[in-house]
């Protein structure tokens, strides 16, 4: 923190509070495979390890606090069900298998926000991560799976399926340099993703955005379809 003109390490106003702060060295990393996207995969993996890490010294659980397990049971099922997104099979068979495994996933303070926007570099050198204000106790699987899920946006028709799958084999293998998986997490981790998209879905259509919500959709069809190679590709 940087003090301002008075003296003081923060600023009151009539909006809100205000901190002086140095700004961090890096930038975001964009486009990630059309450059070495294995050796950011490996890079990044161990960062979210790292982050994990340094979370998990936050002991205790907090009061009233609502999983994504929760969030599915509730505003996101009933929010579907009022739509056409999503079939009641299709809602049926993903939340039994996934809230098969939920209580079962180890759970600690998460950043719940991992993408590269939140992410500074310097070539392939960390310097700063950005944004814990969603922050919050639940499965620290969320994390891999919606930094995952991140990779695909901006391609068109997922096109960079192979390219995923490899990135996903080498994010997880440098995670678990530092953090090893359970087998319940590895089992879990497509299911997980769908739940993330289907959580987009009904946010999307609660904002009444529907082409967003739409790619969410696609989304959630994509790590569907390819559930069988997503488990493949981290054993």
Known sequence: ????????????????????????????????????????????????????????????????????????????????????????????????????????????????????GNMLFEGNQLTGILDFDLGKWDARLFDLAYFLLGQLLGYQEHMVQQQWLCFIHDYVAAYEKNLPLQQVEKAALALMMQGIELLFVAFWQQQGQPKEAEEALALYSFAKRNAGMIREAIQ
Do not use: C
Request: hydrophobic share 35%.
């Open 1 to 116: 923190l940087e003090p301002t003109l008075t003296g003081q390490l923060y600023m009151e106003t009539p909006e809100g509070f205000y901190l002086l702060m140095k700004k961090l060295p890096g930038e975001h990393i964009w486009d990630v495979f059309s450059q070495d996207y294995r050796g950011i995969a490996d890079t990044t993996g161990q960062v979210t390890a790292d982050i994990h890490s340094a979370l998990a010294s936050i002991k205790g659980v907090p009061e009233h606090v609502q999983t994504m397990e929760e969030e599915l049971r509730g505003w996101v099922h009933t929010e579907l069900a009022t739509g056409i997104w999503v079939s009641n099979d299709d809602w049926a068979t993903l939340t039994q298998s996934l809230f098969s495994l939920y209580p079962a996933l180890p759970k600690q303070y998460i950043h719940r926000d991992l993408h590269y």
